[in-house]
């Protein structure tokens, strides 16, 4: 089984992609490897930092590799959170922190569109290849649901009437932007196999 490293510590990012991935490759994260620094991602769009997040695993491991980077994009705040999702209220990653942020530049506001993004980026035998995947969607008043993470809990994606957060991972990845893009991923990888 060829190995794979994909740049998170997210317990739930990694059972979304290994779900998606199948067993044709071995995910082992940054940890498994002995990088155990915070990877830098200080680009100013998805794009970049999924790439530099990429590059940097690649650089220190020599390992085939990918790294994804997501943004919340919110219509009435002009594409914001976006890009700084992770750090949209505090410098650290504090969800429910970001969730009220998020609730209270909403409020009154009726447009409620948003849409998540993934851009991934995968560095195999050294050459660097993008996906992206894309989920429509509006935010809800309240968070609902316990499962998941991130903005989960307000996100509702169209066709449905519950939140991620309500949803199974299985359910999730059926229409979610990461699993969009880890497709397209897996189905690269499976075509580079044959
Ligand atoms: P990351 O840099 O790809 O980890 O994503 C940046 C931020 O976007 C995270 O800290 C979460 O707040 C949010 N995020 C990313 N993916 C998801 C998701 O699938 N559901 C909800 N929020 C997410």
């Known amino acids: 089984m060829r190995k794979l490293l994909f740049a998170t510590n997210n317990a739930h990012k990694l059972a979304e992609v290994r779900a998606e991935l199948g ?6 994260t940054p940890r498994d490897c002995g990088v155990t620094e915070e990877i830098p991602e200080t680009q100013p769009t998805l794009e970049g930092n999924a790439s530099q997040k ?15 980077d997501t943004g919340l994009e919110v219509e009435a705040l002009g594409g914001a959170p976006g890009v700084h999702s992770a750090r ?14 998020l609730l209270r530049n909403l409020a009154g ?3 409620r569109r948003a849409r998540f993004r993934t851009v991934i980026s995968l560095i195999l035998g050294s050459e660097e290849h993008l996906f992206e ?7 809800i008043e309240h968070e609902t649901g316990d499962e ?4 989960d809990p307000l996100f509702v994606p169209d066709g449905c009437d519950r939140t991620f ?5 299985a359910e999730k990845n059926a229409t979610s932007h990461r699993a969009r893009a880890v497709r397209k991923l897996a ?3 499976l075509a580079m196999e044959k």
């Open 23 to 28: 067993d044709a490759w071995q995910l082992v």
């Open 54 to 68: 990429a590059r940097y695993l690649y650089d220190r491991t020599g390992m085939d590799c990918f790294a994804d």
């Open 88 to 101: 949209y209220a505090t410098d650290g990653h504090d969800f429910a922190a970001n969730n009220r942020l």
């Open 109 to 111: 506001c009726g447009n």
């Open 133 to 139: 995947g894309v989920v429509e969607g509006h935010i």
């Open 148 to 151: 998941g993470f991130g903005y």
């Open 165 to 169: 957060a309500q949803m199974t991972t």
């Open 187 to 189: 189905g690269y990888l």
